[in-house]
């Protein structure tokens, strides 16, 4: 049988109780049983009084007819009653004997944290006045009347903290480390998926393909870049959220990284039907302002940038750090119940890591665009405004390498990106190294030029995209920045059209297998996942089986199973 684990707090008045006790429940999900709130329950059922005074004499009464076994049956009774295993705080204990009834209860693991200031501090901190108003000594208003009982609880405690050199935080931290709240660095439980060209590889759709075996999804970037998935519930294309975020049930987390658009995020929340009980925005996410969107017009016009303000609201981020004007997502009210009110923030993405960690949950995190777009390992100037690869996703995110499981890195045979600048002279979106036109891979895979030509636009800006011939050398520098566990290799149809009706990997063509064949030898990493055909609804209703899943390892999330 497992041990409830059970905290049991003790201290004088004002020595952090009850915002501990908060905190454990907030951050890690502890059930709150608060002594106070049972007596008020018990003197009212009775007709008495509630005040402060009224239950410190209730309180002792049952400490005398009962030798103070009255509290350790009352939560032998509740955790008897309960509908739930979560771990239990007591705030809290005022006497010897009580604490000692506490431990003699089977298949409890107790564990005695005592909080302890001055006497000086203990009475400023007061200020003679308790919560509800009531007047008087300050020693006359602590529950704890024997000093006697002080001293048992110094001697007996499992964790000793002198509150007077610790906020409620650090408190929290010592008594989580206590406790073995905090994961080891050796829990590798997230995956990472990335792109390894010019973006525009089937991320997306590859994502909302894993998505349901994950507990908890993460995404990374800006609404520069847009994840384009055809499910069970139509086409949707994803431009903040999660790819697959609408047909799971996983938590969602967007990074402290990420740049936000509120608007455009509002309405995708409301497109998805997302409630703030899943979804948990990082307090320090940068908001993209309108003044960000009109200062990258004139990238537009030379690059071909998707011109949706997120390199300016980063640009804005480091040089504004005294702007006034300047919002993260903390500061804006309308994401306030997807972010929280004050530190720690429900939000907080290295909180909720942490929480997932410690419960063995799988996590996805899911970059945007691709390799070859970095702004430091692209072909700069024809690149984007954060670093694309592995590296940066996770220092976007807040994850530690070090919990890495997989890395799945998306290409195509055929690279893309975006058009040209309108009416350009000489200006370019960045070079192709074998560029050719979608009428000539159509052709040579047997597929319909104009039905490619239609799909093949940009999912942000809806720009017609430029297309070449596989780049064997920028995929091996890819493989060299992100060290990828696993290929995934999309649009297999753009090798030969017969590939969409593959359902096995023998069924793919010849010139397909040797492909996958010299993608493996020059990654020394399988290609995992082949995407045959995305779904279009127009063409053929919803036949979602394009994915072929030849993994030597699941993504099963625990909570599900296999």
């Keep these: 049988m497992v041990m409830k684990q059970v905290v049991v707090l003790t201290g004088r008045l004002y020595t952090g109780k ?12 502890f059930e ?48 008897d009653n309960a509908k739930n295993l979560r771990p239990l705080v007591i705030d809290s204990v005022v006497n010897r004997r009580q604490l000692e009834h506490l431990r003699k209860l089977d298949d409890l693991n107790v564990v005695h944290v005592h909080l302890y200031a001055g006497r000086v501090e203990l009475k400023g901190r007061s200020n003679h006045q308790d919560p509800a108003g009531n007047q008087g000594d300050y020693f006359d208003l602590d529950n704890i009347k024997d000093e006697e009982d002080i001293l048992y609880f110094k001697h007996d405690a499992d964790v000793r903290i002198n509150t007077s050199r610790t906020d409620e935080l650090d408190t929290l931290v010592r008594v989580a480390g206590r406790l073995g709240l905090y994961s080891s660095p050796d829990i590798r439980c997230v995956d990472v998926l990335i792109g390894g060209q010019y973006g525009s590889e089937g991320k997306g759709h590859v994502a909302a393909y894993l998505a349901k075996d994950y507990d908890v999804l993460v995404r990374v970037g800006g609404p520069n870049a847009g994840h384009t998935v ?51 925005i990082d307090p320090q996410a940068m908001i993209i302002e309108d003044r960000d969107l009109e200062s990258e017009q004139g990238l537009v016009g030379s690059i071909a940038s998707t011109g949706r303000g997120s390199g300016a609201a980063q640009a804005r981020r480091i040089t504004g750090r005294h702007d006034s004007e300047l919002r993260l997502a903390k500061d804006v009210p309308e994401l306030r119940s997807f972010v929280g009110d004050e530190a720690p923030y429900r939000g907080s993405t290295l909180n909720q890591l942490e929480l997932a960690y410690y419960q063995r949950k799988l996590i996805l995190l899911e970059g945007t665009q691709g390799s070859g777009l970095s702004i430091f390992h692209g072909n700069y100037p024809y690149v984007t405004s954060r670093d694309t690869n592995v590296g940066g996703c996770l220092a976007e995110a807040g994850i530690s390498p070090n919990r890495i499981r997989r890395t799945l890195m998306v290409v195509r045979p055929t690279p893309i990106r975006v058009g040209n600048p309108d009416g350009s002279n000489g200006e370019t979106s960045g070079p192709l190294k074998h560029e050719v036109t979608f009428e000539e891979v159509s052709k040579a895979a047997g597929l319909d030029p104009m039905e490619v030509s239609g799909y093949e636009r940009t999912s942000t800006t809806n720009r017609a995209r430029r297309v070449g011939w596989f780049e064997w050398d920028q995929f091996r520098r890819a493989c060299a920045l992100n060290a990828p ?30 492909f996958v064949e010299e993608l493996e030898r020059i990654a020394k990493a399988p290609v995992s996942l082949i995407n045959t055909r995305f779904v279009r609804p127009e063409k053929g209703g919803i036949d979602l089986r394009t994915v072929i899943d030849r993994r030597n390892w699941n993504s099963f999330s625990k909570s599900e199973g296999p």
Aim: with cysteine; proline share 2%.
């Design 230 to 280: 055809s499910s069970s519930s139509g086409l949707y294309t994803y431009h903040h959220l999660p790819s697959g975020s609408k047909d799971t049930r996983a938590k969602l987390l967007l990074g402290p990284g990420t740049t936000i658009y509120v608007k455009t995020l509002l309405q995708e929340i409301k497109d998805c039907g997302i409630s703030p009980d899943r979804l948990f």
């Design 18 to 29: 009850s915002g501990l006790a908060s905190l454990l429940e907030k951050e890690f999900a």
């Design 485 to 514: 566990t696993d290929i995934v290799l999309t649009f297999a149809d753009y090798i030969d059209e017969s590939n969409r009706n593959a359902r096995r990997f023998e069924q793919l063509t010849e010139d397909t297998i040797k």
């Design 32 to 79: 709150v049983f608060k002594v106070s709130r049972h007596l008020k329950n018990v003197s009212e059922s009775q007709g008495e009084r509630s005040n402060r005074a009224a239950l410190q004499d209730l309180g002792m009464k049952l400490d005398s007819d009962t030798d103070g076994e009255w509290l350790s049956k009352t939560i032998k009774s509740h955790i």
